[in-house]
């Protein structure tokens, strides 16, 4: 099976623009989560889609946002990017059963300047 | 509040020794305990996964982990340490605190491991 995947790899953006970040789960998986992941503050849960519902969110501003499509394919958004938004960001998708084990993509490398 | 320690910023070992990796964890219940390791630029890989039975998990590239509920930890360790294992290490425990199903896991800060030819 094609593992996660994320697009773009790596994005470069301007103190207030927005960003949208695309990820594709593993064929079959319908849960998506997504993570924030700097040096400071490690790795960052910031919410999880599953059939198309966000039925979890993390502690970050509104800001963040997400959806998720029919296909399970998932996307975020950042809106007014802030300095303290750079970092990589992690999609992750697991099935709904088992051990929930998840299976991470390889991430998109947000720079904001 | 559940919560993940790695107690260790970074461990160091010679190749062809044995290596561990240090992970404690508090939560409600049962833990459902994972270990994922990042290679540089990389996303994390899935290494094992302990949710019930045998307190020795047997996982990928000769990984295994000792789960231990009396000491609430979950040790990654290895009988032979490569170079090639050298990457940055995390320990993880799924969130059941939230209602209902999900994925959501709670990661520790991370441990690096140099091996030294």
């Known amino acids: 099976k094609a593992g996660v995947t994320q697009t773009p790899r790596y994005l470069i953006k301007t103190r207030g623009q927005q960003v949208t970040l695309s990820c594709s789960p593993i064929s079959g998986h319908r849960s998506v989560s997504w993570y924030q992941q700097t040096p400071g503050q490690g790795l960052q849960f910031l919410f999880e889609?599953?059939?198309?519902?966000?039925?979890n969110k993390g502690n970050f501003p509104g800001r963040f946002s997400g959806r998720q499509f029919s296909n399970s394919r998932s996307e975020m958004n950042v809106s007014t990017l802030e300095l303290g938004d750079s970092a990589l960001y992690l999609c992750?998708?697991?099935?709904?059963?088992?051990?929930?084990?998840?299976?991470f993509g390889p991430g998109t490398r947000l720079t904001v300047t | 509040a559940q919560s993940v320690a790695q107690p260790e910023d970074q461990v160091n070992v010679a190749e062809g020794n044995p290596l561990t990796v240090k992970c404690t964890y508090s939560v409600s219940g049962n833990p459902y305990l994972f270990w994922y390791v990042q290679y540089p630029n990389r996303g994390l890989q899935f290494l094992l996964k302990?949710?019930?039975?045998?307190?020795l998990v047997k996982g990928s590239y000769g990984f295994e982990a000792e789960f231990n509920k009396s000491q609430t930890s979950f040790h990654l360790k290895k009988p032979s340490a490569l170079v090639s294992d050298s990457a940055l290490y995390f320990c993880?425990?799924?969130?059941?605190?939230?209602?209902?199903?999900?994925?959501?896991?709670?990661f520790g800060q991370g441990t690096t491991l140099q091996v030294k030819p």
């Open positions: 302990y949710i019930t039975g045998d307190n």
């Open positions: 992750a998708s697991s099935s709904n059963h088992g051990g929930y084990e998840q299976y």
């Open positions: 993880a425990v799924r969130d059941m605190e939230e209602s209902g199903n999900t994925g959501k896991l709670i």
């Open positions: 889609y599953f059939s198309e519902t966000q039925r």
